[in-house]
């Protein structure tokens, strides 16, 4: 079982930045694969950002390439997204996920956070 947390969300102006952590409370935490999805009102979760085990392997879709940057510390159990030059699009909510699969989709992960709030504003 792994229980994850997500914090450092929050209200940030158009092109400024945030950084978003999840502790994940799991002994194993280096053997999942981590994904940060994001879910705006109306709209389906989306895949965000996924990191491999060891942090070399990092898929970002294609609307944060560039802005957003996918980290982890397997000491600390931590994975992070730092989200720089943000959009008004960018607004949702951000969930961090857990997976020992090699899938995108939603559907792959077995562990996910309680989400935090990103706003960002014109």
């Known amino acids: 079982q792994v229980q994850l947390v997500e914090s450092g969300g929050g209200l940030v102006q158009a092109g400024g930045s945030l950084r978003l952590s999840c502790a994940a409370s799991a002994r194993t935490f280096s053997i999942y694969a981590m994904g940060w999805f994001r879910q705006a009102p109306g709209k389906e979760r989306e895949v965000v950002a996924r990191?491999?085990?060891?942090?070399?392997?990092?898929y970002y879709a294609n609307s944060v390439k560039g802005r957003f940057t996918a980290s982890r510390d397997n000491a600390k159990n931590t994975v992070y997204l730092q989200m720089n030059s943000l959009k008004p699009e960018d607004t949702g909510i951000y969930y961090c996920?857990?997976?020992?699969?090699?899938?995108?989709?939603?559907?792959?992960?077995?562990?996910w956070g309680q989400g935090t709030q990103v706003t960002v504003s014109t």
């Open positions: 990191i491999g085990w060891s942090g070399c392997t990092i």
């Open positions: 996920a857990a997976t020992q699969t090699v899938g995108l989709g939603a559907s792959q992960y077995e562990y």
